[in-house]
């Protein structure tokens, strides 16, 4: 089976998807509000040009390779690192070395350093001493359909232990800007569910802001209410859940029939095997797309979010900023 | 769980699909509560806000309503209204499909007829008119009403 890059000229998202311009006006009222946010080292443009909003209260999926930039963005909005351009709000201020606002975060994720002699027990003894909407019950609760150690010091959990107590000091913290850093990671199916259950269960019952960044797309796409998509170190999609379902559909068939019905489309990706193809196209399919495929023995169907950003991550592409700025595009 | 179910279609409308095959198969009968919000989103794995927008579709559609500080509820009526739009779209989404299959096929116009027959007195099937009354056809005594009892809220459960 092979998989070809299809040779398309740079790729033109509908205006639903688009990312806000950088010179679009902040938004007050926005969790977080971000405007031509760049990060270098050196020569090294980790992040550039990103600008989006996100909503108090939404579940935010920030998705993309990795590598592309999706920590470095996370440690930006919470005020870890700073920006080497571009402005940024949380909750209406900047939020580095903010106190006011860095009360009001909770970074989580699995490789985080804890004091050596630090067990268990001791972080959920010191985590509400720095964050004021600490649930100790709903720690405790946690920690049992976690199974973890209270006792055992941190240094010696393993990973998937080590993400449960990220996932403990996240969700107890109840920090109205939580932030999920690849929360999964060494987490089994069965330890996984657990923690989309009580994710889900919690956000209903204490609404917040969450971003949280994924590999395992295809469990947790239903929670998103908004999708960001980062690809080297540029935001190339920022949609709402329903609108970046409708970006892609695919065709499958004959390969002459699938090339015949999408050369006037967008094409992401294209896969062959002998006679078959199946092309995941950029756009809905119309009237038109569905008599070709009915005439053609063709069959129309949708593309999973992880398909898609695979598919996105495949095709030769540039935002629509670089376009503007005659930059050619980045693959 | 997806943002769109098998069929591409967006979850918040798969939801209203899921809580109108429970009006019409009575899992939900009309003037009781159906599960909250929330309770959907848990269930289904989804965001309370894609699984809000299913339910208002259905309140927009007048087939569910909220009694404040309660939950929601199926209208009156409901059942007999889904009925009666799936009734007319039977046409639509069963027939017209099956006759171009039939078509592709190189079937004629008599041999489809013939199958339809033979298929629809072999399953013991009778025709629900709009009022969810079986109605008789040509005098015979109506077979059991052959509404096949979707699982409902099983269903989605096991979607995942």
């Not at chain 2, 919000?37 to 087939?63: M, S």
Request: overall charge negative; aromatic content about 6%; hydrophobic content about 40%.
């Amino acid at each position: 089976m092979s998989t070809a890059p299809t040779a398309t000229p740079v790729l033109e998202f509908p205006p639903t998807v688009r990312p806000l311009s950088a010179d679009a006006p902040m938004s007050p009222d926005a969790a977080v509000s971000v405007r031509g946010l760049a990060r270098r080292y050196g020569e090294v443009r980790a992040l550039q040009d990103v600008s989006f909003d996100i909503a108090p209260n939404t579940i935010c999926g920030l998705l993309g390779a990795n590598g592309a930039g999706k920590t470095t963005l996370m440690s930006l909005i919470s005020g870890q690192d700073r920006p080497s351009a571009g402005t940024l709000q949380v909750f209406g201020r900047e939020p580095f070395d903010d106190a006011a606002v860095l009360t009001q975060l909770c970074f989580a994720r699995e490789n985080q350093a804890y004091p050596d002699t630090f067990a268990v027990r001791h972080v959920l003894t010191t985590c509400p001493l720095f964050l004021p909407h600490w649930d100790a019950d709903f720690a405790d609760e946690l920690v049992e359909t976690f199974r973890l150690p209270l006792n055992h010091k941190i240094r010696k959990l393993s990973r998937g232990q080590l993400s449960a107590v990220a996932i403990v000091a996240g969700l107890a913290s109840r920090a109205p800007l939580t932030f999920l850093d690849e929360p999964y990671l060494g987490l089994d199916p069965t330890a996984r569910r657990r923690f989309y259950d009580a994710l889900l269960r919690d956000y209903a019952e204490h609404p917040r802001t969450i971003l949280m960044s994924t590999h395992l797309i295809g469990e947790v796409e239903g929670f998103f209410e908004q999708v960001l998509v980062i690809d080297d170190g540029r935001l190339l999609v920022d949609a709402s859940a329903e609108d970046i379902a409708e970006l892609a559909f695919t065709v499958s068939g004959p390969a002459k029939a699938v090339e015949a019905a999408t050369g006037d489309r967008q094409v992401l990706e294209t896969h062959r095997i002998g006679g078959l193809a199946s092309a995941v196209v950029l756009g809905t399919p119309d009237a038109a797309m569905h008599r070709r495929a009915a005439e053609s023995g063709l069959e129309i169907g949708p593309v999973g979010l992880q398909d898609l950003i695979a598919a996105l991550g495949a095709a030769p592409h540039g935002s629509a900023e670089a376009r503007a700025h005659g930059q050619e595009a980045t693959r | 769980m997806a943002s769109t179910d098998p069929h591409g279609q967006p979850l918040f409308r798969t939801l209203a699909q899921t809580i109108e095959r429970g009006i019409v198969d009575g899992s939900y009968p009309e003037e009781t509560q159906i599960p909250s919000t929330n309770e959907f989103a848990l269930h289904l794995r989804i965001n309370p806000a894609t699984a809000n927008k299913g339910i208002n579709l259905l309140v927009d559609a007048g087939l569910l309503y909220k009694r404040r500080g309660i939950g929601m509820f199926v209208a009156e009526g409901a059942r007999g209204r889904l009925l009666a739009q799936r009734t007319e779209r039977f046409a639509e989404d069963y027939v017209d499909p099956m006759v171009a299959e039939g078509q592709r096929l190189g079937l004629q116009r008599e041999d489809i007829v013939e199958l339809v027959s033979e298929r629809a007195v072999s399953a013991g099937g009778a025709v629900i008119d709009a009022a969810g009354e079986p109605a008789s056809t040509d005098g015979r005594q109506p077979a059991e009403a052959s509404v096949r009892r979707s699982p409902g809220a099983a269903e989605a459960g096991g979607r995942r």
